[in-house]
């Protein structure tokens, strides 16, 4: 039963370094999502994914890029990590464009 | 491009009390509305949602919401909250493909 999984759970980077964030969902779904959350600013679409091999761009993509190269997996990278990327970061998924989205339990990032 | 305004930053309320928590959004097509649920160190969860049909919304932990198509409103409503209830709000509207949050509420329920 474990829906969206996140890795890892808790990261600490220091400037200019690079990684990737993984997601993985086992629910088959089309549709998948990274946000950022910052305080008092709610969640922030950061790219998107509307099937295997697809990825778009959302609200806030700079800095990040992303790859869907397996249905269930949608991974977020961050090239060269900047402080004002210190966010928590949510993955999710859905079946469908207007269904409800299932999220991970978010991966704290901190760059120093 | 469709913008999803929360009224309050934070409701404190006493437990067994009524609260109402207020959503506006706006949109040049139709849109379909969800609230969702944030616990401490946890992803959201699914509250409610509203695609179509009845006005009125009832969804888990005994919270409902109606849709005022007029008033571009949907708030969040509950007749007794439990201290359990204490997380953060988030109304959202989708159009297309994507999926536009409000900044969120803290409901703080304290006995």
């Known amino acids: 039963n474990a829906g969206v999984t996140q890795t890892p759970k808790f990261r600490v980077l220091k400037t200019g370094q690079s990684m990737t964030l993984l997601c993985a969902q086992d629910?088959?779904?089309?549709?998948m999502y990274w946000y950022r959350q910052d305080p008092g600013m709610g969640l922030r679409l950061i790219h998107y994914s509307v099937g295997e091999g697809t990825t778009a761009k959302g609200e806030v993509p700079d800095g990040y890029n992303v790859s869907r190269l397996k249905k269930q997996n949608f991974l977020l990278g961050l090239e060269s990590a900047a402080p004002s990327q210190t966010s928590v970061y949510f993955c999710?998924?859905?079946?469908?464009?207007?269904?409800?989205?299932?999220f991970g339990d978010g991966t704290r990032l901190s760059i120093l | 491009a469709q913008s999803v305004t929360q009224l309050d930053s934070q409701v404190p309320v006493f437990e067994e009390a009524p609260v109402e928590l207020r959503c506006n959004y706006s949109s040049s097509v139709s849109v379909y509305l969800f609230w969702y649920v944030q616990y401490p160190n946890q992803g959201l969860q699914l509250l409610l949602k509203?695609?179509?049909?009845?006005?009125l919304v009832k969804g888990i932990n005994g919270f409902e919401a109606e849709f005022n198509k007029s008033q571009t409103s949907f708030h969040l409503r509950k007749p007794s909250v439990h201290i359990s209830d204490t997380a953060e709000y988030f109304c959202a509207a989708q159009t297309y493909s994507t999926l536009t949050f409000g900044k969120g509420t803290m409901l703080l329920v304290s006995p």
């Open positions: 999710a998924s859905s079946s469908g464009l207007n269904q409800p989205q299932h």
């Open positions: 509203y695609l179509s049909g009845s006005t």
């Open positions: 629910m088959n779904h089309e549709y």
